[in-house]
């Protein structure tokens, strides 16, 4: 099938980056403080077979199984604190801006600022997130508010496919009539992660991202890329999970221990079987890429740039290699996880943002985000100012 006439353009992307970062060494010597205080307070039913050691972290093992070098976060010292293991916000009051929507605030001002755009050019608000702070007001309605933007907003989760389907949500949405929709991904993944998980502790970090839409009537006013089409997809799956909800505290019984190890708590934060997510999801969006480049009559060779889901680098190299038949260059496949870690949604934007600006007119990329559900998205986009 051939390219129909794009309707709808991306022309702006911004950033919000925290204040402070955790190289994986500092995260490892915190975690392994805790290995060696709970292995010395269970030393008893260590010896008697009765509970098993917890094993320490590596950062060798960090680097070489993710390609996680370091990770940006909204507080580093309750993260760092073993008694806590816990990132710490004050909370704040109903008058207040809730810190999701502060982190969301400040990636749209970027992008609004970098389109030379303000609330009166834009007719709706996305928040396209995997965890969203309370379950209403919708914090894309305080967003809403918080930028002076009038018209309409809500939230949608896709875990970390949530940026993709906004996407396509707001292209959407332009079609069916808005002019322009604001898309923003904050996602403070250090409150979902399980820090005394050996397994997961080093996985995610927090950041936000925002991305501006506009109806393709008329020049652009500065960069604009075309979307020449997007596919989803979501595919039942247990095996990235976070219980947390609502519903929990009626599930809760009395007099449950609060051992931080015991499940009641632990699934309610991020959970994965990482290898089975690895040999799942890596065949179903190399699948899934290949088709719609295939749909769209765009050859795998003419995609200047894939801005891939940023959860592992070797999930990343292998996508990459089934659509293109051979190894990418960190050039056509750009890298942020090294940085930022796993930042859930909002990692293919942030490649996005940084990695583009050495395109040219009619240079052809794919931005693809995927994870729980299973979710995936992709979205081909072509530069045309
Ligand atoms: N430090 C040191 N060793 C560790 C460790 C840590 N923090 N965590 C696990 N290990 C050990 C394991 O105990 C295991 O040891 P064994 O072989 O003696 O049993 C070994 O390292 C391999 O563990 P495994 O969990 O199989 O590692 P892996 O190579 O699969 O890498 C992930 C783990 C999570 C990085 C990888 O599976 C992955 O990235 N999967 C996809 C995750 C993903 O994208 N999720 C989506 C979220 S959106």
Redesign the pocket.
Known sequence: MAVTKPDVRIIATGLFTPPHAISNDELVAAFNAFVDRYNAAHAREIESGATAPL????AE??EK??GIKSRYVMDKEGVLDIERMTPRFRARSNDEISILAEIAVAAARDAMKAADLDARDIDGVICAASNMQRAYPAMAVEIQHALGIEGFAFDMNV??ASAVFGVETGAGLIRSGARRILMVNPEICSAHLNFRD??????FGDVATAVILERADGAPRGEAYEILGARLKTQFSNN?RNNAGFINRCERETGEAADPQSAPFTDKLFV?Q??K??KD?VPMVGDMILGHLDELGVAPGDVRRFWL?Q??L??NEFIARKVLGRDATREEAPVVLDEYA?T?SAGSIIAFHKYRSDLKIGDIGVISGF??GYSAGSVVIRKTA
Request: hydrophobic share 45%; with cysteine; net charge positive.
């Open positions: 094993q320490p972290s590596s093992f960090i199984a993710s875990a970390c050996r397994d997961s502790h080093f996985i990235i994965q990482g290898r997510v690895f999801v889901h959860a592992n070797a999930m796993n859930s994870g729980a």
